[in-house]
């Protein structure tokens, strides 16, 4: 598998945990979540005025047989 990133931005979201692993529906079968998942490598939380940010970094891990 190729190295497949996925960084997104949300506003301000507490669950996320870096090593957490989560799905994205609606990708490629190769990205499908009997073949791997994604796992939170870093998170960033911003204030910025009064709202909240945070940014997660995440890369594809395949599950190997």
Do not use: C
């Amino acid at each position: 598998f190729p190295s497949h990133d996925s960084d997104f931005t949300v506003l301000g979201m507490s669950g996320f945990q870096v090593g957490h692993l989560f799905n994205i529906k609606g990708l490629p079968e190769q990205y499908s979540s009997n073949r791997g998942a994604f796992q939170v490598e870093e998170i960033t939380h911003k204030i910025d005025g009064k709202q909240w940010i945070t940014e997660v970094k995440s890369n594809f891990r395949p599950f190997y047989k």
